[in-house]
């Protein structure tokens, strides 16, 4: 296991003068991000559907800090975000497609209507957690892309639930696990563009949607390892402080951050057998997909 090195103070004053967009940015990871880097010299724009949260989390932040209130389930939404931060700020240099909910967890309830007919189950937790990190990203690439010759950077949000399965949260791990996959998908094409992408996976982590029966689970019989926001924060921030970094998973545990996919890649080998680790990566070559690592 290699820890990656917690974010310096001269890292962080590297934040001075950017731009940077947070989604969910007016509780929890995402507002601990934004107070970070704001106190670290940038303009923070702080996305979320809490308005009386996001407008006096801005007037305590002050100067080269505004809220826009932001329904990342909503294109329109997500469009009108980065036109208003371009608008306010005339460039866009870091974005974290952060906003995600718990919850709404019905695909094994057998609700029945009027009728008798089993109800639609909710898809909330996949038009926030999964539809709204494209949209984040389709908006950012683009605006990325009017400052073609500056470096940029796109991290998302993901989850320990990316990576393991996490009953009963299954539209939750579907998101997330589609989250890891875009990051994936565009790691190894973004880089053409000046943008880096990366995704950080906290595990257990004390937030305002942590469920408590989950807080509860943690302490008995003995106490396993959480995360606070701060902690998972300044991981988010590791891949904006270190623009090298592409393509990377960023466990969180214990407030320590590990990459995950240079090992998994290193290790293809070993798990998935060495003649057929050499035919996929020749596969890769030939429809021109370079490894990261």
């Known amino acids: 296991m290699s820890i990656l090195p917690p974010v310096t103070s001269d890292e962080l004053a590297t934040l001075h003068a950017k731009t940077i967009i947070v989604t ?4 929890g990871i995402g507002k601990a991000t934004v107070a970070i880097a704001h106190r670290a010299g940038a303009n923070v724009v702080i996305a ?23 329904d990342v389930s909503k294109w329109d939404s997500v469009l009108a975000l980065f036109e208003t931060t371009y608008a306010q700020f005339k460039h866009i240099d870091a974005v974290y497609a952060n906003a995600g909910v718990h919850g709404f967890e019905t695909l094994l309830e057998n609700e029945l209507n009027a009728a008798g007919k ?17 949209y984040t990203a389709k908006a950012a690439i683009h605006f990325f892309e009017r400052n073609p010759e500056q470096k940029h950077q796109l991290v998302f949000t993901g989850s320990a639930a990316s990576l393991i399965d996490t009953p009963p949260l299954f539209n939750y791990c579907a998101a997330k696990a589609g989250v890891l996959g875009l990051m994936r998908g565009l790691r190894s094409v973004l880089p053409e563009k000046n943008i ?16 408590q029966w989950i807080m509860d689970l943690w302490s008995q019989p003995t106490t ?3 995360n606070d926001t701060d902690g998972v924060a300044r991981a988010l921030l590791i891949p904006v402080v270190r623009p090298e ?11 320590d951050a590990v990459e995950l996919e240079e090992p998994l890649y290193k290790s293809q080998h070993l798990w998935m057998g060495s003649d057929l680790s050499k035919a996929v990566n020749e596969g890769q070559l030939r429809l021109g997909i370079k490894p990261c690592f």
């Open 24 to 27: 969910g940015g007016a509780s």
């Open 48 to 70: 979320d559907m809490n308005t009386e949260a996001g407008e006096q989390f801005a007037a305590e932040l002050n100067e080269r800090a505004i809220f826009v209130l932001t």
């Open 118 to 134: 089993l109800k639609e189950p909710s898809m909330k937790s996949i038009e926030i957690n999964l539809l709204g990190v494209l």
């Open 196 to 211: 880096s992408i990366n995704m950080i996976a906290p595990w257990m982590t004390v937030t305002p949607i942590m469920p």
């Open 224 to 226: 396993l390892p959480t």
């Open 245 to 255: 970094l592409n393509g990377r998973t960023i466990w969180v545990a214990g407030n």
